[in-house]
């Protein structure tokens, strides 16, 4: 028997992520719905796992609440609003850039 490529709670694990992504950046389902050119119920169905997400509107989610693809897939926490930061760190000057290194190496040397 072939193994299972793809777990069966998928759908639902993604929904999760979306609705907990969604809720962090302060969005109602009404208003990622229009931000997207969908209808709020369409999110609903997708963030309680009962439909699976197309491609094209799973990236425009992700690019609407600015998080990391991989984390919605994953769960993968060391992903959650990565590119947020990743955006922040490259406007910085090289100077800017090693002071934050320098103020993130300190928090993460305290016990």
Not at 4 to 14: E, T
Not at 17 to 36: K, P, S, V, W, Y
Not at 39 to 51: C, F, Q, T
Not at 81 to 93: A, N, P, R, Y
């Amino acid at each position: 028997m072939a193994k299972k490529l793809v777990p069966d709670n998928l759908a639902q694990n993604i929904g999760k992520r979306i609705r907990q992504c969604r809720d962090a950046a302060g969005l109602t389902q009404d208003q990622l719905a229009e931000i997207l050119g969908k209808d709020a119920k369409y999110i609903s169905v997708i963030e309680n796992g009962k439909k699976k997400v197309q491609i094209d509107t799973f990236v425009s989610i992700c690019n609407a609440l600015q998080v990391d693809y991989t984390y919605i897939i994953t769960g993968n926490p060391t992903n959650f609003k990565s590119k947020e930061i990743q955006d922040k760190l490259l406007q910085l000057t090289e100077r800017q850039f090693n002071a934050s290194m320098e103020i993130i190496d300190t928090f993460l040397s305290k016990d």
